[in-house]
């Protein structure tokens, strides 16, 4: 098993940027490919990034060229970098962690670990 533990958000105007951080407990973190998914009030949640074992990044059309996805395995870190942030950025973000040896994958419900969430306000 693993826990998750999300830090860096906060409130922030358009354009600005932010830091999310996921600590992660355990010895096995490099077992897993890790994910940044988000909600907001009313919405399903949303997929944002994902970043495999071996280091692949894979991040959703609607963030392309604003987030990025990184992971430090001495640290059992992973993070989600913002700029250019939006209003419709304004969410919940949640750090998740995927066992499957062997696939990538994009949708929350095949995640296995979920971190608590951090809120993410952008105020227009």
């Known amino acids: 098993q693993v826990q998750l533990v999300e830090s860096g958000g906060g409130l922030v105007q358009a354009g600005g940027s932010l830091r999310l951080s996921c600590a992660a407990s355990?010895?096995?973190?490099?077992?897993?490919?890790m994910g940044w998914f988000r909600q907001a009030p009313g919405k399903e949640r949303e997929w944002v990034a994902t970043?495999?074992?071996?280091?692949?990044?894979y991040v959703a059309e609607s963030v392309k060229g604003r987030f990025a996805i990184s992971r430090d395995n001495a640290k059992n870190t992973v993070y989600l970098q913002m700029n250019s942030l939006k209003p419709e950025d304004t969410a919940v973000y949640y750090c998740?962690?995927?066992?499957?040896?062997?696939?990538?994958?994009?949708?929350?419900?095949?995640?296995?670990?979920w971190g608590q969430g951090t809120q993410v306000t952008v105020s227009s």
């Open positions: 970043i495999s074992r071996s280091g692949g990044t």
């Open positions: 355990g010895r096995t973190f490099t077992r897993y490919t």
């Open positions: 998740a962690a995927d066992s499957d040896p062997l696939r990538v994958r994009f949708v929350y419900t095949t995640y296995d670990y």
